[in-house]
């Protein structure tokens, strides 16, 4: 029927927690929630939302395309098959991810060992390195960090210092973060802060994934660099992972 109303559908997997949020959020785009599905550590949410109906002048524009598409490919295989043999030659290579040599014979990155090297660790930035070793949180090293590398993505071992709601918020969260795993007795390393931040953001990976966190879970945090608040010596972090350890 031409009235008939017709949906599209989304399925989307919250930590428990974070339903209200995600709800509220989708519902604002048109969703309409159906279906809810607790589960041990995450819920299945189901949606629906009316399709928005193809305009007549669009529809048969979309169809006459088709029957030109289907000239034009039917064309093109009449040639390709009366051409005889294929030049080999002139067929597009095929892209691989192995490092491809230079003209000294060394051989050069690949892009996915470009995008590995970008992270910033311990391991390979002795700057960060100190950083996370610094006895005090007000130390010249933390502005000088975070004015160098700003927008940068920096890993480490680290754990929760203390955690505490963000304003009114019951799912919103300011969490302090610090090098190792001494939680709330912490005592070296910059002030780490991750601020109004829900649990949804921390984007929670790994092999035992906590149903919820608290002051002294450690984790291995990845995180874009902000910046340094002198007055309250806090360097600010944006999460991009947390995987847990």
Known sequence: MADEIRYEYKTVQTVRGADGLVISKLRKDGWELVDQT???L???LEFRRPKKPLPRLL???????FVLLAVVVGVGAAF????????ESKQPAVATATASAGPSGTSTPTPARSAAAEVITPQNNPEFAALLKTADSCDSANPDFATKYRGRTVAFDGSIVHMAPHGDYDTRYD?????GDQGPKTVTGPDFKYEDVNVLELKLTGGNVPTAIRAGDTFRFVAVVGEFHAKQCLFFLDPVSTETR
């Not at 390709?80 to 030049?87: L, V, Y």
């Not at 969490?175 to 090098?179: E, F, M, S, V």
Request: hydrophobic share 30%.
């Open 38 to 40: 607790p589960g041990m």
């Open 42 to 44: 995450r819920s299945t």
């Open 59 to 65: 529809i048969g524009a979309a169809i006459g395309g």
């Open 80 to 87: 390709e098959g009366g051409g005889g043999k294929k030049d």
């Open 175 to 179: 969490l302090l973060l610090g090098p």
